[in-house]
């Protein structure tokens, strides 16, 4: 009978460090489930600049301000004779137009480098006219003198040309260049900041070089 006794005791020892085996294997597993969460934003911390570049690496124009434009162009077109003025060959044209000029700049020329621990420098090139579109030209008036019919006729597609020519969008883009500046800021900010809302940022514009 003691014989048996021993056994059986030896047996549930046996079992009683199983147990506490798996448990321990259990509990293990547990913590480690419960650390795990913390590895994915470790390993965002070190994703940020990669992907804050590749935010940035725009190819495209990127348009930064839409203005309505709207005026009267006017014309004026008369005949001469062996250097003198023909009176009354006068004519005078008057072009109303509307349309909405697109200004931004080439997204592929911008740059971002890092200055520092969570900081970046932002160099915006020069504005540039990108397009227009709701163009409307139509012919608002004409003052033709008696003898106008000596005179051509204006040359509408012309005029239409002088009021999109590369003088008329660059003093669009002057007389806009503050807000262009605002709204370049705003538009690469609010993409970083997209990604990481802690980092501090400088602009350094091309028209200041």
């Not at 085996?21 to 480690?32: H, K, S």
């Not at 994915?40 to 301000?65: G, M, N, Y």
């Not at 592929?108 to 030209?137: A, C, L, Q, Y």
């Not at 997209?194 to 070089?209: A, E, I, K, M, W």
Request: glycine letters at 6%; zero cysteines.
């Amino acid at each position: 009978m003691a014989e048996t006794t021993t056994t059986s005791s030896s047996s549930g020892t046996n079992k009683g460090l199983v147990v506490l085996l798996v448990l321990a294997l259990a509990a293990a597993a547990f913590f480690a489930y419960q650390a795990a969460p913390t590895l994915p934003f470790l390993k965002d911390v070190v994703d940020r600049d990669s992907r804050t570049v590749a935010s940035l690496s725009r190819e495209e124009q990127v348009v930064l301000l839409s203005l309505g434009i709207q005026g009267i162009a006017e014309r004026n077109e008369k005949s001469s004779v062996f250097g003198f003025d023909v009176p009354g060959s006068g004519r005078a044209t008057f072009l109303q137009y509307e349309f909405n000029a697109k200004l931004g700049l080439e997204g592929k020329d911008v740059t971002i480098e890092p200055t520092g621990e969570d900081s970046f420098r932002i160099t915006i090139p020069e504005f540039v006219f990108i397009g227009h579109d709701n163009p409307n030209f139509r012919l608002a008036a004409e003052d033709n003198g008696v003898l106008s019919w000596i005179t051509p006729e204006a040359d509408t597609v012309d005029m239409i040309n002088n009021i999109l020519d590369s003088e008329a969008q660059q003093e669009y883009i002057d007389s806009n260049e503050d807000i262009l500046r605002d709204q370049a800021e705003v538009f690469y900010t609010s993409i970083i900041e997209s990604v990481d809302p802690d980092v501090t940022l400088t602009f350094d514009f091309g028209q200041d070089r």
